[in-house]
Each structure stands twice: as C-alpha cells, then as structure tokens.
C-alpha cells in the first residue's frame, strides 16, 4: 500500500461521508462511512483498496454521531464483523439525552453506538481535544471535541465533530465532520494564530454548505478542498443550501484543486 486519500462516492446520491486512507507503512484508516444502504459498496470498495477478503482496519474515526456519517460502522459491527476487522473505533458522542426533543437522529445513532458498544468495548476509545497521537506513519492531532457542559446551548449535532488534522507524506489534511459555525470559531479563536490549522488539504465542512466560517477557512488556507457532496448539494438544486457562499469563498482563497464525490470516487495519492 502507499499513502493514499480514498473519498468514496455515494451510490444513493445522498450526503455521507466517507474517507478510506492507506499509509506506506501498512495502515488503515476510515473516517466516518455513510449510510447504512452504501455499506455494501463501502466493503467491496475497501477489499479493492486492500487487495484482501477480510481487510482489517487500523483505526476507524467517527466524526459526530448522524446517520450519513455512522451508520456504515453501525452496520459493519452488527452484521458484519466476520468481513472486517478493526483495532480501534475513536468517536467523541455526549449522552442521547443532551439532543432529545432537537436532533432525534443523533439520539438514534448515539443509542445504536451504546447498544453495539459491548461487541467492542476494549477497542473504542474517547477522542479529547489535544490528543496528538500516531496511526503507523500518519499523524492525528485532535483540536476539538465538543463538551456539553462547556456549551450546554448548542444542541445543533453538528457542532459535536470532532476537528482533527492528519499529517501524512510532509503534507496535512483537515477533517472537520459537519462542524458548524460555533465549532469553528472555537477553534480559529483557540488556534488560528498558532498556524497548527495550515494545511494543503481541507475537507469541506457539512458537505460545504452551512458548516464552519469563512475564517476557518482563511486559518485552514487550503491548496486543495475535498468535497463530500452530492451534485443536488454542490449545485445548490434545492435553494435553500449555503452551497455557493463557500465557492465563492474557495474561489477568494484561489485554491489550486478540488476533488468532488459526485464524480466519482475520488483517490488522491499523497507523498511518500
């Protein structure tokens, strides 16, 4: 294997995310999954990446605790355990209750997740902001995770991703989730003068729509944006998205690349 960005597309034009990374050292890394209808493509794309029936993953981060995002680990812990096989699961829920009666669809997927937990207790493992720690040759360093105490009025889920960054081959990558705009500005104010947020890559946070601000962004100053997007999302078919106020906003920081989901599975080979 060698160190690799593997961005899957959505075979139900949905919104999920979904991150596959190999490292050159042997390593496998899935961020989030999607849907529990793409599970099927995700394990048959995974074999692919791995050239092996049974693939094993090294670590498995789950960004927040929605459906599009968690429910492939979901699926893969219940009904398939004897395809894959993984070392750890890091995730950083709050408790069901913090979202009853505003988000019913955290509270399913953070009620599933506790429900499945004992299937693999010894391997899951709580993310904490400053945690900065080592998958084989690739870098994580954690800038937030969401404590309710702290903020015990922002019941928007969103605002519960964990943003992180990962170093790999001399570059960074952040992953921020479907962080929404308090999130980032928790982060730009903790950490944007420090310039630990620069990195060449950055995914688009909720899809690119309605996520983190622009001065995250401008923190971030990415050369290269990921788009976990569907066309209906991108192209802002609905109009009622923020779609186009984050183009424009990539436009204004003269990114070099974009890759999009929704032309395809999108492989990006990082250096060595």
Not at 67 to 78: K, M, R, W, Y
Not at 136 to 153: I, L
Request: net charge negative.
């Amino acid at each position: 294997m060698q160190n690799a960005m593997y961005m899957l597309k959505s075979v139900t034009n949905t919104i999920g995310d979904s991150f596959i990374i190999t490292t050159s050292d042997g390593k496998v890394i899935v961020i989030d999954g999607g849907f529990r209808s793409e599970t099927d493509c995700f394990i048959k794309y995974l074999k692919q990446v791995t050239g092996t029936e049974k693939p094993h993953v090294d670590a498995w981060f789950l960004s927040h605790p929605h459906d599009d995002h968690c429910e492939v680990f979901l699926e893969v812990a219940e009904h398939h355990a004897h395809e894959i096989t993984f070392d750890k699961v890091y995730a950083s829920f709050p408790d069901a209750a913090f979202y009853d009666g505003y988000d019913e669809a955290a509270v399913t997927v953070i009620r599933e997740y506790e429900r499945l937990r004992p299937r693999f207790a010894e391997k899951a493992a709580t993310l904490e902001e400053g945690d900065v720690f080592f998958v084989g040759a690739a870098k994580f360093t954690v800038f937030y995770t969401f404590h309710p105490e702290r903020t015990p009025d922002w019941h928007n889920c969103n605002d519960a991703s964990t943003v992180m960054r990962m170093d790999l081959g001399g570059v960074g990558v952040m992953f921020d989730g479907d962080a929404a705009v308090n999130a980032g500005e928790y982060v730009t104010a903790a950490y944007g003068d420090s310039g630990l947020l620069k990195c060449e890559y950055c995914k688009m946070a909720h899809h690119g729509q309605d996520g983190v601000g622009r001065n995250f962004y401008e923190a971030v100053s990415p050369k290269v944006c990921l788009w976990p997007t569907p066309t209906w999302v991108y192209n802002n078919d609905n109009g009622n998205l923020k779609t186009a106020e984050t183009r424009a906003w990539v436009k204004d920081l003269a990114v070099l690349k974009e890759y999009k989901s929704f032309e395809g599975t999108q492989v990006i080979y990082l250096p060595e």
